[in-house]
């Protein structure tokens, strides 16, 4: 009989950690949301308008440009992306936010599946403790091969993740993604953001 070798392939990780001064953060975020959820006296709402496949109320894509605590935010994220970056041995010279936002959920919503088309992604909870946040990954596989002296198999195409107010989860932002619907009475808040990764220009000597 031939030799044959069995090698794993296409496996991922996503990365979690809890975001120190995470309540500094959560404070301003909810004022954010409470301005905004009041255009009539405030007058300010940048929600896009276009739909999405977060069926959630949103603030603009590029939230770190109109506000400073959003682009605090956003790099002080980056700072702990950039800690995995190194630890993990990542050809990622240096990361820079591409866009951010906030979104909150109210009863009935939720996140169709769907990627960020990004080079690096990550979520914070917020406030989700409330609502029975339930963050799903979704593989792209439609065929599965299973051995005959299989009696059940563990392969799903879905790999769950708990989430709690504070946590951070870091993946690539091709992965699709969804989130479970928000069946409670309380807003369901998260932030998003969305990371390009750069490439500085080598010197060039002129001859």
Not at 27 to 37: G, H, M, P, R, Y
Not at 103 to 118: C, F
Request: glycine fraction near 2%; hydrophobic fraction near 35%.
């Amino acid at each position: 009989m031939i030799e044959i070798t069995k090698t794993p392939i296409f496996t991922q990780e996503i990365y979690t950690f809890n975001l120190p001064d995470f309540k500094i953060y959560e404070e301003q975020i909810k004022q954010i949301i409470l301005v905004e959820s009041n255009k009539a006296i405030h007058g300010i709402d940048t929600s896009p308008d276009l739909e999405c496949n977060v069926k959630a109320k949103r603030t603009a894509w590029n939230s770190h440009k109109k506000y400073n605590i959003l682009n605090q935010l956003s790099s002080d994220i980056a700072k702990y992306v950039g800690q995995i970056i190194e630890s993990e041995n990542y050809d990622v010279p240096e990361i820079e936010t591409k866009n951010c936002w906030i979104n909150w959920y109210g009863k009935g919503q939720n996140a169709l599946p769907h990627n960020h088309r990004s080079t690096i992604s990550a979520v914070l909870f917020v406030d989700v403790e409330d609502t029975d946040a339930v963050l799903m990954f979704h593989s792209d596989q439609n065929l599965v091969l299973h051995k005959k002296t299989d009696t059940h198999t563990n392969f799903s195409d879905i790999k769950t993740l708990k989430a709690h107010n504070g946590l951070v989860v870091c993946f690539d932002g091709s992965i699709f993604h969804s989130v479970t619907p928000n069946l409670s009475d309380h807003n369901r808040v998260t932030f998003a953001v969305n990371y390009t990764v750069h490439y500085p220009e080598p010197e060039r000597n002129e001859y």
